[in-house]
C-alpha cells in the first residue's frame, strides 16, 4: 500500500515527505478553503505542493467545473502546473465524458466522491488513472464505509482497464476519507492501492502504546547501564 497526504498544508507535506514514505498528495476545495487559499494563487499552490514532493509523486488538483467542456478545459490548464499533476473530478456524467477526454489525451485523472462498485466501474472504464472511493462519509450515513471500499476492490481487479487509461497503467483505487489508522489497516488488507489520509490519520499511525512502555523501559535501563 502506497501513502498519499490528504491536505493543502504545505508545512504537512513538507515533515511527512520528510518521514520517507509519502507517494503523493490529494487535495480538494474544502481542504484548500481550510489553509486559507486564495482563487487566483490555487495553481501556484498546487505548483508548490508538486515541488516539495518531487516529480514521482502524483498531486491531485481538484476541478470545480460542471460542464464537460469546462472540466476538460480546467484539466488541461491543471496538467500544465506540472508534469506529476492528476486532475481529481467528481463521478459524474459530465466528469466521466472529461475523465474520457483527458485520458485521451495523456491527463490522468482520479475521480472522486466515488461512494459504488458501478460508479468505480463506469470511472475506471471512462479512463481514471485513480478511483477515489470515500469511508468516513460513509460512516457518517451508518453505512460500512470499509465495505464498499472492499467490494470496489475486488470489483476493480477482476478486470483489466490498461487500455483505458491515460497512459495504458493499471487503475489504482486510493482510499479516501481515511478517518483512522484502523481504516487504514482494514483497506491494506482488502487490498486498496493507497490511503491518502490526513496528517493526523498519518502521525497516529505511527504510534502504539507499547512501543512508547517499550521505549521508555529501554530508555531507564540504559540510565542503569550510564550510571552503572
Ligand atoms: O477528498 C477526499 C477526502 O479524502 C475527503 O475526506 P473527508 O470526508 O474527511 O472530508
Known amino acids: 500500500m502506497k501513502f498519499?497526504?490528504?491536505?493543502?498544508?504545505?508545512?504537512?507535506?513538507?515533515?511527512?515527505?520528510?518521514?520517507?514514505?509519502l507517494?503523493?498528495?490529494?487535495?480538494?476545495?474544502?481542504?484548500?478553503?481550510?489553509i486559507g487559499g486564495?482563487?487566483?494563487?490555487?495553481?501556484n499552490h498546487m505548483k508548490r505542493i508538486c515541488d516539495i514532493v518531487g516529480p514521482d509523486c502524483p498531486v491531485s488538483a481538484e476541478s470545480v467545473a460542471?460542464?464537460?467542456d469546462e472540466i476538460v478545459a480546467d484539466g488541461r490548464k491543471l496538467a500544465e502546473i506540472a508534469p506529476n499533476i492528476v486532475v481529481k473530478i467528481p463521478t459524474m456524467v459530465e466528469g466521466l465524458a472529461a475523465t474520457h477526454t483527458l485520458a485521451a489525451e495523456g491527463i490522468p485523472v482520479n475521480m472522486t466522491l466515488?461512494?459504488?462498485?458501478?460508479?468505480?466501474?463506469?470511472?475506471a472504464r471512462a479512463g481514471a488513472r485513480y478511483i477515489s472511493p470515500f469511508i468516513g462519509r460513509f460512516d457518517d450515513i451508518s453505512e460500512d464505509g470499509l465495505e464498499q471500499v472492499g467490494n470496489i476492490v475486488t470489483?476493480?481487479?477482476?478486470?483489466?482497464?490498461t487500455a483505458n487509461t491515460a497512459n495504458g497503467e493499471q487503475v489504482e483505487i486510493i482510499a479516501a476519507s481515511v478517518r483512522s489508522a484502523n481504516h487504514v489497516t482494514q483497506c491494506a488488507l482488502?487490498?486498496?492501492?493507497?490511503?491518502?489520509?490526513?496528517?493526523?490519520?498519518?502521525?497516529?499511525?505511527?504510534?502504539?502504546?507499547?512501543t512508547d512502555r517499550g521505549l521508555d523501559s529501554f530508555m531507564k535501563d540504559w540510565e542503569k547501564v550510564a550510571n552503572a
Open 38 to 43: 486564495k482563487l487566483d494563487d490555487f495553481h
Open 190 to 210: 482488502m487490498g486498496a492501492d493507497i490511503a491518502t489520509v490526513p496528517f493526523g490519520v498519518l502521525k497516529k499511525m505511527v504510534q502504539h502504546p507499547l
Open 4 to 21: 498519499f497526504l490528504d491536505t493543502a498544508d504545505l508545512a504537512e507535506i513538507e515533515e511527512a515527505a520528510s518521514w520517507g514514505a
Open 114 to 123: 466515488c461512494f459504488s462498485v458501478p460508479q468505480a466501474l463506469l470511472a
Open 155 to 161: 470489483a476493480i481487479n477482476n478486470y483489466d482497464f
Open 66 to 68: 460542471m460542464t464537460r
Open 23 to 34: 507517494a503523493g498528495v490529494t487535495t480538494n476545495p474544502s481542504l484548500y478553503a481550510k
